[in-house]
C-alpha cells in the first residue's frame, strides 16, 4: 500500500509545487513506483510535469465530482518519468460541487482507494490555502510534509497550518501525522533565514528535515522545460538536495 504525503503550506510562493514534483522525481529515481497528485487548480505541478493543463480530457476535477475513474485520468509524465493525476483551474468549480456533497472530506480518499497498491508514493500538491481541497488530501494522507521559506512570517503561518492538521485527525484522519519540515528557498549568506532556520529547530527539532533546498537557479529554470531538477540538470545543487530529501522520507516512512 502507497505512503500518501501531502505537500502543504497555506503561504504561497515557499517552493511547495517545487518540492511536491522534485521529491517524486527523486523517489522515482531510487526506483520507487510514484504518483504525483496536483491537486492545486493553478496547476503548476502539472505544467512542471510536462502536461498541457489547458488540453486535459479529464482531471482530478471530473474525478472528485466521480464523472469519471481514476484510471481514466492518470497521466504518465514522459518527461519527469512518472504517473500525475493532473489539474487545472476546472477544479475551483469542483471545489463549490464538493460542499453540496454528502462526506464531501472523504472523495479523494475514495477515488484513490482502487489504485492505492499500485505506487510506493502518493504524492499531492496541495493548493495555498486551507480549503476543502486541502482538506480532502489531508484525510486521504499518511503524512503532511511542510515546505517553509526562512523568512519573517514564516512560523506565524506554521502554527495556523498545525492547528488545521490538528483538526482533521480530530475529524476525518485520526492516522495523520507531520512528516516533516524542509526548509527551502534557503540562502546561507540571509542573516533571517539562519535566525528562523535556527528557531525551527528548537521547536520542532524532531520534525525538520536535515536536508536543506537552497535557492538555485535550475530548480527555478527546470518547470519552464516542463522537468524536473534531476531531468533537467541531475548534478545541481538543487538536484542533489531533493534525492538527500528523498533519502530522508525513505527513512521517516521507514520504505528503505
Same mark, same amino acid.
Given at each position: 500500500?502507497?505512503?500518501?504525503?501531502?505537500?502543504?503550506?497555506?503561504?504561497?510562493?515557499? #517552493?511547495?509545487?517545487?518540492? !511536491?514534483?522534485?521529491?517524486?522525481?527523486?523517489?522515482? !529515481?531510487?526506483?520507487?513506483?510514484?504518483?504525483?497528485? $496536483?491537486?492545486?487548480?493553478?496547476?503548476? !505541478?502539472?505544467?512542471?510535469?510536462?502536461?498541457?493543463? +489547458?488540453?486535459?480530457?479529464?482531471?482530478?476535477?471530473?474525478?472528485?465530482? #466521480?464523472?469519471?475513474?481514476?484510471?481514466?485520468?492518470?497521466?504518465?509524465?514522459?518527461?519527469?518519468?512518472?504517473?500525475?493525476?493532473?489539474?487545472?483551474?476546472?477544479?475551483? !468549480?469542483?471545489?463549490?460541487?464538493?460542499?453540496?456533497?454528502?462526506?464531501?472530506? +472523504?472523495?479523494?480518499?475514495?477515488?484513490?482507494?482502487?489504485?492505492?497498491?499500485?505506487? $510506493?508514493?502518493?504524492?499531492? $500538491?496541495?493548493?495555498?490555502?486551507?480549503?476543502?481541497?486541502?482538506?480532502?488530501? @489531508?484525510?486521504?494522507?499518511?503524512?503532511?510534509?511542510?515546505?517553509?521559506?526562512?523568512?519573517?512570517?514564516?512560523?506565524?503561518?506554521?502554527?495556523?497550518?498545525?492547528?488545521?492538521? $490538528? =483538526?482533521?485527525?480530530?475529524?476525518?484522519?485520526?492516522?495523520?501525522?507531520?512528516?516533516?519540515?524542509?526548509?527551502?528557498?534557503?540562502?546561507?549568506?540571509?542573516?533571517?533565514?539562519?535566525?528562523?532556520?535556527?528557531?525551527?529547530?528548537?521547536? @520542532?527539532?524532531?520534525?525538520? @528535515? =536535515?536536508?536543506?533546498?537552497?535557492?538555485?537557479?535550475?530548480?527555478?529554470?527546470?518547470?519552464? @522545460?516542463?522537468q524536473a531538477a534531476i531531468n533537467y540538470a541531475r548534478t545541481?545543487?538543487?538536484?542533489?538536495? +531533493?534525492?538527500?530529501?528523498?533519502?530522508?522520507?525513505?527513512?521517516?516512512?521507514?520504505?528503505?
Open positions: 500500500m502507497a505512503t500518501v504525503l501531502s505537500i502543504a503550506n497555506q503561504k504561497g510562493g515557499v #517552493g511547495k509545487t517545487t518540492t !511536491a514534483v522534485n521529491l517524486s522525481a527523486s523517489l522515482r !529515481a531510487i526506483k520507487k513506483r510514484v504518483l504525483l497528485i $496536483d491537486i492545486d487548480p493553478q496547476g503548476n !505541478a502539472t505544467m512542471g510535469c510536462g502536461i498541457d493543463k +489547458y488540453d486535459l480530457t479529464n482531471s482530478v476535477c471530473e474525478l472528485l465530482l #466521480g464523472e469519471c475513474s481514476i484510471d481514466e485520468c492518470v497521466s504518465y509524465s514522459e518527461q519527469v518519468g512518472i504517473d500525475v493525476l493532473p489539474s487545472n483551474t476546472d477544479l475551483v !468549480a469542483a471545489e463549490v460541487e464538493l460542499l453540496r456533497m454528502p462526506e464531501s472530506e +472523504y472523495k479523494l480518499t475514495n477515488s484513490v482507494a482502487p489504485i492505492i497498491d499500485n505506487y $510506493d508514493y502518493i504524492i499531492i $500538491d496541495c493548493p495555498p490555502s486551507l480549503n476543502m481541497l486541502t482538506i480532502n488530501a @489531508f484525510t486521504a494522507s499518511n503524512g503532511v510534509i511542510i515546505p517553509m521559506q526562512c523568512e519573517y512570517y514564516a512560523l506565524e503561518g506554521l502554527s495556523a497550518l498545525m492547528q488545521t492538521i $490538528d =483538526k482533521i485527525k480530530e475529524t476525518t484522519n485520526p492516522k495523520l501525522e507531520i512528516t516533516g519540515l524542509v526548509r527551502t528557498m534557503y540562502d546561507s549568506r540571509n542573516n533571517l533565514s539562519n535566525e528562523v532556520s535556527i528557531q525551527l529547530l528548537q521547536y @520542532f527539532s524532531h520534525k525538520v @528535515f =536535515k536536508t536543506i533546498i537552497p535557492r538555485n537557479v535550475k530548480l527555478a529554470e527546470a518547470p519552464s @522545460f516542463g545541481s545543487k538543487g538536484s542533489v538536495s +531533493y534525492i538527500s530529501l528523498a533519502s530522508e522520507v525513505l527513512r521517516k516512512t521507514q520504505q528503505i
